[in-house]
């Protein structure tokens, strides 16, 4: 076998020989794909694989992969890819609203979830993200975030068949479905994992496995430890002796990306949750993918490599496929993974984060610049922007934009972790800790939305908390997300102690089963949940209405009041003026401010006219969305 050359060019021919003996003849549209997408795919492979010798070998697997694939994709889902094709940012639409669940908590099991579309409907869901749904080991699995079988279904929530139809039934309703690609590490009871323990003949090489302690002290001289209160560093043993590497839990073992066959084994588990008519991944924990000594093996240059080169196969076979990063690491680093060529969407963890600590603080200033200087993404990309997710809120803001304000990053993490679990004077909050390190003073917080935001605790301003962060997730451009349960104030699950499988991971406490009894009372005006769910599906008919949220540009706007946050969203003809006032008082906004706009202005959520002469005043945890326009 040849080996990969420096020129797509040498290489084609016999990737086209390999491929069509193992998938048949292309079809046109195959065929014209792979003309497109085939010159992007092969120096990214040279560049990660070109000193192996199996790297042409592969590159052609992986090829005949993606026609195999094509050639077994449904009708109705090509039919997808041509809708897309002629609308690609259809993600950018202000009709898009997304709301994520855990199947079995939220809904039972599959034909739950299917039971639940009109409601979805009501809600004016067109993306719902299925937390990890694949079989994985009993008891702790990390959430199903360790997956033995990217082809089968937890089988007390269905099976694949019952996802597909799920998918299409979505579909028929206009809502895309959504799906976590674990795809750093497999569970340790995944066959592939199971073969290269054993030393069988092709997988030897899928996992980074070491003999004893001599290169595992080498990486972890500069590698971070995440779960110390799992194992300490980022390896654990085998019963043999050996060593291998493991970054979060002990039984998620990290794949080995080095390795061509891994790619292509990965690329074609993509390819076949496509054809089920999934239409998101979800891609988990993208910065741990490469490893390389001497580094701190996050966010390296050839994890950039594979997601491209993932892309560009996955653009072969099923082109109307997005990719949603997952990056909770440095804001500088979070971006460089969205792009056409990466991650079409991204998790948006900075202003996440930063919305609490404004409503912690009374303070707006680091979300303001946060919005001003990290908000704009490449042309056709967009931010997926949630108050709080599955996961633990970590303060992933950077520390020279803190101290442009004089906040030493160190101790105002300590205060937001401090604040948000109670330990705090006067906080509202009733959070609880995730991974508290007594060594470095490290940890995270977690809680339901209306846990943190004050209404588990009584406290007079939780309910208008809850749906002011929600109005700024809503208002700032892109995807926006709701847990769902937090739309009707769901409050902690203290009860996840008494389970052995989940007491030692507390992101329990906000992963509460379906609040049956709140969604009862919705309607209900009189209540914690109906008052939220009438904000925020007020919120969600407003922004539906206001093409003006449609894309991601924002303009910062200086309120001129020390607890609110303002912004600006470009329309053809007007835009929207939001703010959000964080405080706890009444906040006057001085006309003076708003003299660069015409006097008579709309609140687009309740439709009243707004004279701007007087100036505004905005209820405390108050907020605003003007139409208006400039003199």
């Not at 086209?16 to 195959?30: I, M, T």
């Not at 997601?307 to 909770?328: C, D, Q, T, W, Y």
């Not at 409503?359 to 680091?366: E, F, I, K, S, V």
């Not at 996961?391 to 992933?396: K, L, P, Q």
Request: hydrophobic share 40%.
């Amino acid at each position: 076998m040849p080996r990969l050359t420096a020129e797509w060019t040498s290489d084609i021919d016999e990737v086209r020989r390999l491929a069509a003996g193992a998938a048949g003849e292309p079809d046109a549209a195959f065929a014209r794909r792979f003309a497109e997408h085939f010159p992007t795919l092969h120096p990214l492979f040279v560049q990660l694989y070109g000193t192996r010798e199996d790297g042409l070998e592969q590159l052609a697997a992986v090829v005949a992969e993606a026609a195999a694939s094509w050639n077994a994709r449904p009708l109705e889902l090509k039919a997808r890819d041509d809708l897309r094709e002629q609308n690609p940012e259809w993600y950018l639409s202000n009709q898009m609203l997304g709301g994520v669940c855990y199947v079995d908590r939220y809904a039972g099991d599959l034909q739950g979830v299917r039971e639940q579309i009109p409601y979805f409907q009501e809600l004016g869901l067109t993306y719902l993200h299925l937390m990890p749904l694949f079989e994985s080991p009993e008891g702790n699995s990390d959430g199903g975030y360790a997956v033995s079988s990217y082809r089968h279904v937890n089988p007390a929530l269905g099976s694949m068949d019952d996802l597909a139809s799920l998918a299409a039934d979505l579909r028929l309703a206009g809502i895309s479905l959504v799906v976590d690609f674990i795809f750093n590490h497999t569970s340790n009871e995944h066959e592939w994992a199971k073969k290269a323990v054993a030393g069988e003949p092709g997988y030897e090489d899928f996992y980074l496995i070491f003999p004893d302690r001599t290169m595992p002290d080498e990486y972890e001289k500069t590698v971070r430890e995440i779960f110390p209160d799992d194992h300490p560093g980022s390896f654990v043993q085998l019963p043999d002796g050996r060593w291998i590497w493991a970054t979060f839990y002990h039984f998620q073992w990290d794949l080995n990306y080095a390795n061509p066959a891994v790619f292509r084994a990965m690329a074609g588990e993509m390819l076949f949750l496509a054809n089920q008519g999934v239409e998101i991944l979800r891609m988990d924990a993208v910065a741990f993918i490469w490893k390389q000594l001497g580094t701190a093996c996050e966010s390296l240059p050839e994890a950039h490599l594979l997601l491209r080169a993932f892309n560009a196969v996955l653009r072969m076979a099923a082109p109307s496929l997005l990719f949603k990063s997952e990056a909770i690491v440095h804001p500088d680093e979070v971006v460089e993974y969205v792009s056409l060529q990466e991650c079409q969407l991204s998790y948006n963890p900075l202003q996440m984060a930063l919305t609490w600590e404004a409503l912690a603080t009374r303070d707006p200033r680091l979300l303001q610049q946060a919005l001003e200087r990290r908000h704009a993404l490449p042309a056709g990309t967009a931010w997926v922007n949630y108050v709080r997710s599955h996961d633990d809120i970590g303060w992933t803001f950077a520390d020279e934009d803190a101290a442009e304000f004089g906040i030493d990053g160190f101790s105002h993490r300590r205060f937001l972790n401090d604040f948000y679990v109670g330990r705090f004077p006067g906080s509202f909050a009733r959070g609880v800790p995730f991974q508290e390190n007594p060594k470095t003073g490290d940890a995270r917080i977690t809680g339901t939305t209306a846990s943190l935001a004050g209404i588990e605790a009584r406290d007079a301003g939780g309910v208008d908390r809850v749906v002011l962060a929600h109005a700024i997730a809503l208002s700032t451009g892109g995807v926006p997300l709701l847990y769902l349960g937090d739309e009707v104030a769901q409050l902690n699950d203290y009860s996840y102690v008494d389970d052995e499988a989940t007491a030692g991971d507390s992101r329990w406490v906000h992963r509460p089963k379906r609040p049956q009894q709140r969604y009862a009372e919705r309607s209900d005006a009189a209540t914690d949940a109906g008052r939220v769910f009438r904000g925020l599906t007020d919120l969600i008919r407003a922004r539906q209405g206001t093409p003006e949220f449609a894309g991601g540009e924002l303009i910062g706007f200086d309120a001129k009041h020390p607890a609110v946050l303002g912004f600006q969203r470009p329309g053809r003809d007007a835009l929207i003026l939001v703010l959000a006032n964080v405080g706890d008082d009444l906040a006057l906004i001085d006309p003076r401010t708003l003299s660069g706009f015409l006097a008579d202005a709309i609140d687009v959520v309740t439709g009243d006219e707004v004279d701007l002469t007087h100036g505004l005043a905005l209820q405390p945890h108050g907020y605003a969305w003007l139409r208006v326009r400039s003199l």
